[in-house]
């Protein structure tokens, strides 16, 4: 669950008639707000550039390929780490 801001918070699920508890999630504290960890590539584009300057996914994935932007792979999908990515960028 997200709220207003966008930001992850914590959520539990009980069962209606006896209160035991399904499930308990908190979500990890990260160093920048607003920040998960691992993100799709239109994110990605989003985070580090502004509209008007904004590659396209396709040049991203190129840029993967090449070996240039650091992703990982989960099963068929590329997630990028931003902050991982922007230190590849500024080399």
């Not at 840029?63 to 780490?81: D, E, M």
């Amino acid at each position: 669950m997200r709220d207003k801001s966008g930001a992850a918070t914590a959520l539990t699920v009980t069962a209606p008639n006896t209160n035991e508890t399904l499930v308990n999630y908190t979500p990890p504290q990260t160093a920048q707000p607003g920040f998960s960890g691992l993100v799709s590539a239109q994110t990605l584009l989003v985070e580090l550039f502004d509209k008007r300057n904004r590659p396209s996914v396709a040049w991203l994935r190129y840029q993967t390929k090449a070996g240039k932007i650091p992703s990982v792979k989960v099963g068929r999908l590329i997630f990028y780490n931003v902050p991982t990515v922007m230190e590849a960028l500024s080399k």
